[in-house]
């Protein structure tokens, strides 16, 4: 019964690919998120849905496009991947979209571009 | 623009002393401050959560203080154990809904 849960946990692909991760969360939240986190461990938001509405957009290429089919899923494709795609993607969700929420976050997606 | 600097990248300490982690913001007034606790391989786990008119938080060995003033969150972790090893991050809540900065983390290692 894990929280929050993404697959897969491992992709190696080569440069110019297109792959998808994909998020679930089983807690009942209305906001989910994903985050890239970069060899330098630096966490940095991507995208916030609030029931299945995008909320936050942050300065990311447009070949990265985010669908939220239910409030309980938010999955990530990937167009056309460079090599400074390669990071620890994170999803995580929260119970709202207010200031204040703990955000739980899944175990991670390790990209790694060839 | 917004800027959060946890000033140390690693820090190494004996087991049993007390582990004070920092955790700095420029450019903001943050309503509230959460730390975080993340192991290798693994996501972020919430630890504590602070408000800006709160001076300090406790739970079990854990305190966290906050000093709008100083811009400064400090993270304390009493009696440390070598299973307190992780890397711990400060996030602070961003200006829009849902928004939340992480600093880059401070790796700590408790040493038997």
């Known amino acids: 019964d894990t929280a929050v849960s993404q697959t897969p946990k491992y992709l190696v692909t080569q440069m110019g690919n297109d792959k998808s991760i994909k998020c679930e969360q089983n807690l009942g939240h209305d906001t989910m998120y994903w985050y890239k986190q970069d060899s330098k461990k630096f966490l940095k938001i991507m995208f916030s849905?609030?029931?299945?509405?995008?909320?936050i957009n942050e300065t990311v290429p447009n070949r990265f496009s985010p669908k939220s089919p239910d409030k309980a899923h938010l999955n990530l494709h990937i167009n056309s991947l460079e090599l400074g795609d390669s990071a620890v993607y994170f999803c995580?969700?929260?119970?709202?979209?207010?200031?204040?929420?703990?955000?739980?976050f899944g175990p991670g997606t390790r990209l790694l571009v060839l | 623009s917004q800027k959060i600097e946890q000033n140390s990248e690693a820090l190494n300490i004996q087991e049993g002393k007390t582990a004070t982690l920092t955790c700095n913001y420029t450019n903001y007034s943050p309503a509230y401050l959460q730390w975080y606790r993340q192991d290798p391989g693994r996501g972020p786990v919430f630890l504590l959560l602070?408000?800006?008119?709160?001076k300090e938080k406790r739970k079990e060995r854990l305190k966290v203080t906050f000093d709008t003033t100083l811009k400064q969150s400090l993270f304390h972790i009493t009696a440390s154990q070598p299973a307190d090893s992780a890397t711990y991050l400060c996030?602070?809540?961003?200006?829009?809904?849902?928004?939340?900065?992480f600093g880059s983390g401070t790796r700590l290692s408790i040493r038997p």
């Open positions: 995580a969700s929260s119970r709202t979209a207010t200031r204040q929420e703990t955000q739980y």
């Open positions: 996030a602070l809540d961003g200006s829009s809904a849902s928004k939340i900065i």
């Open positions: 849905y609030n029931n299945k509405e995008l909320i």
């Open positions: 602070i408000r800006e008119n709160e």
